[in-house]
């Protein structure tokens, strides 16, 4: 079996992580653990991996501030693995930067669910440096799905992101969900509809989504608005439908 791709496992609880082994090297990863939290950064660092799981409560650094080293070195998928009493210490990774999550005990079938969701997720293409640059031959700039609106561009085949000329640093998740909402054009999008975004579209559109799932849509879009500089009371861009979920702001409601 081909390779599917390298994944890091921090974790340190030796029966979790003996689990996240088999069920990672079964789905055909190649995969590399670490038992506490500098180890976990050194790893990644050695690695550069695709997926990294980790778990909030390490014996050494907390979590989170494994994940802050994470993302100063790296923009690889982040799954956090938290208990279900966690729930704040979750929405705090969220807010850091992590893809998405997983709550203890987790079933087999749902890691590798999660994890193939997130390698669907188109890769940048690293030609790029500016949305809306004038990529090499005509015939392939028609082919590139730019959005704008207000000044923002979205270069989805680049996966790159632009505000009056300045590249956005955003999250897979925070890049998905904005492309998400601009190509919407205006009609609104539900939590839930949000939450299968994230989720790389693995859910059917009746799927159950919980009221955390739909809290950690809120946290994305707080962590959006605030890269945006956005005034959540006067949006310019991100328009919360309250009750149901969001929504590009028309530019006319913007001045």
Not at 95 to 108: E, S, V
Request: with cysteine.
């Amino acid at each position: 079996m081909a390779s599917q791709g390298a994944v890091v496992v921090i974790e340190d609880d030796a029966d979790v992580r003996n689990l996240l082994v088999a069920v990672l090297q079964q789905s055909g990863f190649d995969v590399s653990t670490a038992s506490t939290g500098h180890e976990g950064v050194d790893l990644v660092r050695e690695v550069g991996p695709d997926v990294v799981t980790l778990d909030v409560g390490l014996p050494d650094i907390d979590g989170h501030e494994v994940l802050r080293q994470i993302r100063a070195a790296t923009d690889c998928y982040v799954i956090m693995l938290t208990a279900r009493a966690d729930e704040t210490d979750t929405l705090m990774a969220l807010q850091i930067g992590a893809d998405d999550y997983l709550t203890k005990p987790f079933r087999p079938r749902e890691l590798r669910a999660r994890v193939a969701a997130l390698l669907r997720r188109p890769r940048a293409s690293g030609t790029m440096t500016r949305a809306g640059a004038a990529p090499s031959g005509g015939s392939a700039a028609t082919k590139r799905s730019i959005l704008r609106h207000d000044g923002l561009v979205l270069d989805a085949d680049a996966r790159v992101v632009t505000l009056e000329d300045a590249v956005l640093t955003l999250t897979r998740s925070e890049f998905d969900l904005l492309h998400d909402l601009m190509r919407s054009a205006g009609a609104v999008r539900t939590k839930a509809d949000l939450v299968r975004v994230v989720r790389g579209g693995s859910q059917p559109a009746d799927s159950y989504v919980s009221d955390f799932d739909q809290r950690a849509i809120e946290v994305h879009i707080g962590n959006l608005r605030r890269k945006l500089g956005e005034d959540s009371k006067n949006p310019r861009w991100l328009m919360t439908v309250r009750g149901v979920g969001y929504r590009l702001t028309p530019v006319a409601e913007n001045g």
